[in-house]
């Protein structure tokens, strides 16, 4: 919803980073960020089939990488798979990785659980997924 990617823009500011790949003039990936203090954090992306077949997704984490360099970052966290697994997902991340099948724990804390709860949505009692609004969406039942 808007409102999810208005929240982004206000609690983030400038350190919310995106970066976009084009194929003659057309958007054909985007990946966004998060910029901390040291590490630069990909949040999502999304890719269509033509910058698939082109590897527009590898093409922007290697600019997310040198834009880090640039601003004096020191690591770049691709995060894990879905919920932690080690999937495809999982698989792709750890093609960039210097260390592979480097340790990661992952916090699922909510400090304030009323921002936490505005935020989410209806998602916010779903099934386990933790941010909420990874929870896949339910087809509405008739």
């Known amino acids: 919803p808007a409102e999810y990617w208005d929240a982004l823009a206000t609690g983030f500011g400038d350190r919310l980073v995106r970066f976009d790949a084009r194929l003659d003039g057309a958007l054909v990936a985007s990946e966004l960020c998060l910029a901390g203090p040291r590490?630069?954090?990909?949040h999502m992306g999304v890719t269509s089939e033509t910058g698939?077949?082109?590897?527009?997704a590898n093409a922007l984490v290697y600019e997310a990488a040198c834009w880090g360099r640039e601003v004096a970052l020191?690591?770049?966290n691709l995060g894990s798979g879905l919920g932690g697994r080690e999937d495809s997902l999982w698989a792709f991340k750890q093609r960039f990785s210097p260390d592979?099948?480097?340790q990661f724990w992952i916090g699922k804390v909510v400090h304030d659980e009323g921002a936490y709860a505005r935020l989410a949505g209806e998602a916010a009692g779903g099934d386990g997924f933790f941010p909420a609004y990874r929870e896949p969406q339910r087809a509405a039942s008739a």
């Open 39 to 42: 590490w630069l954090h990909y």
């Open 52 to 56: 698939r077949s082109v590897g527009a």
């Open 100 to 102: 592979p099948g480097r």
């Open 74 to 76: 020191e690591q770049l």
